[in-house]
């Protein structure tokens, strides 16, 4: 692509999977104001996002916090995914730290 160099074309990737996780978790938490949580039907992918989100590396720790406004504070909070049916036979790969 004209006028792009390799180091932008990475730092857009990284910025583009920001945007696919907020994505993600917007579709969560909209729905899960209205509808009880076995309920929530997200579009197809985001479940995989949010699955993606369950699980932290050796060297990749995922949090997610919300903020919002509150009356004269911003008030903030963690939010944690755990998968319902963790893999019973995780393939392990020995990485060196």
């Known amino acids: 692509m004209p006028g792009y160099t390799v180091v932008k074309l990475i730092m857009l990737d990284l910025l583009s999977a920001t945007d696919i996780v907020a994505g993600s978790l917007d579709q969560y938490l ?4 209205s509808v009880p949580v076995e309920d929530i039907n997200v579009k197809p992918g985001c479940d995989l996002v949010l699955q993606w989100l369950a699980h932290d590396g050796l060297g990749l720790k995922k949090m997610n916090v919300i903020m919002r406004r509150g009356e004269k504070t911003i008030e903030a909070a963690t939010l944690e ?3 319902e049916n ?9 990485v060196a730290v």
Do not use: C, E, K
């Not at 909209?30 to 104001?33: D, I």
């Not at 963790?86 to 020995?94: A, K, M």
């Open 30 to 33: 909209t729905q899960s104001q």
């Open 81 to 83: 995914f755990d998968l």
């Open 86 to 94: 963790p893999p019973r036979d995780p393939i392990i790969i020995p």
